[in-house]
């Protein structure tokens, strides 16, 4: 059982980064990315900003149905992919 639910972890960690990826236009491969890496700043490999902020909230409004209702929570969020997974996990919509 715990084989099936860390296989799950993986499997929605990597489509989050390659959600990320593709909302914000970006060539890295899904694999080079940190589960735990910063997403948004100077300290982020992608370096992502504001812009890149909102393509990926519309991204998972599109795929998950879920809304990031401001920018504190969107940052939040969006600190890492496992701080993203968890946000949906909390949701209930992953």
Do not use: W
């Not at 799950?8 to 489509?15: E, H, P, Q, S």
């Amino acid at each position: 059982m715990e084989n099936v639910i860390a296989n799950n972890d993986r499997v929605l960690l990597d489509a989050l980064k390659q959600l990320v990826l593709v909302a914000c236009n970006r060539p890295e491969s899904a694999h080079t990315l940190d589960d735990d890496a910063p997403l948004i700043g100077p300290a982020s490999a992608l370096g992502l900003d504001s812009l890149d902020v909102l393509q990926v909230s519309l991204a998972l409004s599109q795929q998950y149905n879920v809304r990031l209702e401001d920018s504190k929570e969107a940052r939040r969020a969006l600190r890492s992919i496992r701080s993203l997974s968890l946000f949906l996990r909390t949701a209930g919509v992953a």
